[in-house]
């Protein structure tokens, strides 16, 4: 079944997820987080939409790893709380001390972000396929889109090359018994891998890739790149540490506004051609509305944010909760339903 979302949808949700996934520790928001996440991936893989259904960890495994690993790292390493589990030697380096139950916690929630980062851009991953994702790739830099499209394909047609050349030495009688019996396979691929390099060179360049026309610098815009970064670091710096959230919010939004047009002004000279372009549909607005406005609630102060903030130490309590932010998330969601829908009809 073909996906129903424009590959720009998925990105601007999974950037929705990671703004979310920074923005707090709270374990009931990252459990709701995950939860959806999950539901997502159950609604895809049951309308059959999945391009690349093999991965090499599973989230479940990767957290079942990550989980137990954050928080016995944190345990060792910091050795602060009152709820005091064990004492490890003091002669021990680094991880001498008292072994804490809030150290052990916040490790937990460590881990719990780095599983639902992982789950995430592992349901991203199998929604879209190579070409998609570099696709997302903005015009100002088509080269590295290039670039990272031969990257991709080069491995696979590598190994390919190297089971053809295998199969042609079998038949003529070659038997692998050694390091040095390596050496029949390796030249043969050698070769034809500089053979398919300079044919590619020479397609590129004949459809002008190595062209040396003269562009012009785009010194404002690339400044504006610069100062755009800048000023999203120093927001997210005033939001988690700093005095003023409003002031936060509105370099952080001024930061991404610079850096937006600032692509966007230095790939206006980019031509770029598409075979047959993917329209952004009603559905991917809804969807993309759906993932960005709680971005707003969790950047914005307009509520009450100490919900946001939890923290285990010196003393673990229970989390608060928030039912503003908590229904917020539920706008991570909207992936569930075009799926679900589509396989109905």
């Not at 460590?110 to 903005?138: E, H």
């Not at 691929?189 to 590619?200: N, T």
């Not at 989390?319 to 679900?340: D, H, K, S």
């Amino acid at each position: 079944m073909k996906n129903p979302l424009h590959p720009l949808t998925w990105a601007l949700w999974l950037l929705a997820d990671l703004v979310i996934l920074s923005m707090t520790r709270n374990p009931i928001y990252l459990g709701l987080t995950l939860c959806w996440i999950a539901v997502i991936s159950v609604a895809i893989h049951w309308a059959g939409i999945a391009v690349n259904p093999q991965r090499l960890l599973a989230p479940f495994h990767f957290g079942l790893v990550v989980v137990p690993l954050a928080a016995l790292i944190n345990a060792l390493n910091v050795h602060i709380g009152v709820t005091v589990l064990f004492v490890l030697p003091r002669a021990l380096p680094l991880i001498g001390g008292p072994i804490t139950l809030e150290a052990l916690v916040y490790g937990l929630l460590n881990g719990l972000i780095l599983t639902c980062i992982y789950t995430a851009f592992a349901l991203v991953n199998q929604v879209l396929s190579v070409r998609a994702m570099v696709g997302l790739i903005p015009r100002a830099y088509y080269p590295l889109a290039i670039v990272v499209t031969i990257a991709l394909t080069f491995a696979p047609l590598t190994l390919r090359q190297l089971q053809a050349i295998r199969e042609a030495q079998a038949i003529r009688g070659h038997r692998m018994q050694g390091i040095r019996d390596w050496l029949p396979l390796f030249l043969p691929l050698l070769l034809s891998g500089l053979e398919r390099s300079l044919q590619l060179a020479e397609a590129m360049t004949a459809r002008g890739f190595a062209s040396t026309q003269a562009q012009s610098q785009h010194r404002v815009a690339r400044l504006g790149l610069v100062l755009g970064l800048a000023s999203i670091v120093a927001g997210l710096w005033l939001h988690l540490v700093g005095p003023s959230a409003s002031a936060g919010s509105l370099l952080t939004f001024s930061g991404i506004a610079s850096v937006v047009g600032g692509l966007w002004w230095i790939g206006r000279g980019q031509a770029r051609t598409v075979y047959r372009p993917t329209p952004f549909q009603r559905q991917d607005w809804l969807v993309a509305t759906a993932a960005l406005c709680p971005v707003l609630l969790f950047l914005l102060p307009l509520f009450d944010r100490t919900s946001l903030f939890y923290y285990p130490y010196p003393t673990l309590s229970l989390p608060e909760f928030n039912l503003i932010y908590g229904m917020a998330t539920w706008g991570l969601l909207g992936p569930a339903f075009l799926p679900l829908r589509r396989s109905i009809a």
